[in-house]
């Protein structure tokens, strides 16, 4: 029923709920996460780095939550403008493209992922603030996604210069490693970058995109392998499968068989347990 009676016009728009709800989330958290972070470094400046950032010393003291609060944390307000910035314009496509649900997804791997290629790469002594991971994914995930694409960047932040989506992420990307490399102590940013630039390229492979996607083809013949072992009969499995085995076990021992060949044998048993009568 019409409140005010008239009929709905043909330039009339339907209406429709809300979106990219999970970017403006995303935005609105960690924008109120910088100005409680500024709250808490004014109040007592070491908190924030001996409690909230992500640290050898804290995972040693059993501190679980920096993995949930150094995702929240930006190293000053440069780093939090540039990361709301690429979060925006490059987060409101990739959102449209995948998905509010993958999209989250994508920045949660992206931000994790991010915390554990600093563990990995960096020096114990160094801090980090995590924001970047879950903002990397997204960057790298749209380059995979859009890898021809056009943009204008700002050389030396003065001239515009065209670049396709592909060249910016390798720039990007060469950035990141000579940060690695040159800048390793203290409290830093940049290694979570790594992390969730790999988290991207590996999640939108997983979404199908990418023109030569290695995650897909091990994917893919991991379901035609495992679709041709379950049409096969167990006597059939043995004579092609496991007399092999049988033959290298007898020459060098069960130790030389590898995880796969294991697995193998595990199949075997369990295909002869389905085949035996009750």
């Known amino acids: 029923m019409r409140i005010s009676g008239r009929k709905a016009s043909r330039s009339?728009?339907?209406w429709a709920p809300p979106q990219q709800i999970v970017l403006f989330s995303l935005l609105g958290i960690n924008a109120a996460a910088f100005i409680l972070q500024l709250c808490l470094t004014s109040w007592n400046q070491p908190f924030v780095l001996d409690y909230l950032a992500l640290s050898d010393r804290g995972i040693n003291d059993a501190y679980a939550w920096q993995?949930?609060?150094a995702p929240l944390l930006h190293h000053?307000?440069?780093?939090?403008?540039?990361?709301?910035?690429?979060?925006?314009?490059i987060g409101r496509d990739v959102e449209a493209i995948v998905g509010q649900r993958q999209f989250l997804f994508l920045y949660l791997f992206g931000a994790f992922s991010g915390e554990l290629g600093h563990l990995f790469l960096m020096p114990g002594d160094c801090v980090l603030f995590a924001s970047s991971g879950g903002v990397a994914a997204v960057f790298i995930a749209y380059a995979t996604i859009l890898?021809?694409?056009e943009l204008t960047a700002l050389l030396l932040f003065m001239v515009p210069v065209r670049l396709k989506m592909r060249l910016l992420a390798q720039i990007a990307i060469i950035g990141a490693i000579i940060l690695l490399v040159f800048d390793r102590s203290g409290a830093v940013a940049h290694s979570a970058f790594a992390g969730g630039a790999i988290a991207g390229w590996f999640y939108a492979n997983?979404?199908?995109?990418?023109s030569t996607s290695v995650v897909q083809r091990i994917l893919r013949?991991?379901?035609l392998e495992a679709s041709r072992v379950k049409s096969m009969s167990a006597d059939q499995?043995?004579?092609e499968e496991i007399d092999p085995l049988l033959e290298k076990i007898s020459e060098r021992g069960l130790a030389s068989l590898s995880r796969r060949e294991r697995r193998l044998?595990?199949?075997?048993?369990?295909k002869m347990l389905e085949e035996s009568p009750p």
Do not use: K
């Not at 997983?206 to 990418?210: Q, V």
């Not at 044998?265 to 369990?270: N, P």
């Open 76 to 89: 000053n307000v440069w780093h939090f403008a540039a990361d709301m910035l690429v979060l925006y314009f």
């Open 67 to 69: 993995f949930f609060t």
């Open 237 to 239: 499995f043995v004579a």
């Open 12 to 14: 009339t728009r339907s």
């Open 206 to 210: 997983l979404l199908g995109f990418g």
């Open 265 to 270: 044998l595990e199949q075997a048993r369990e």
């Open 221 to 223: 013949h991991r379901r």
């Open 147 to 149: 890898p021809d694409l």
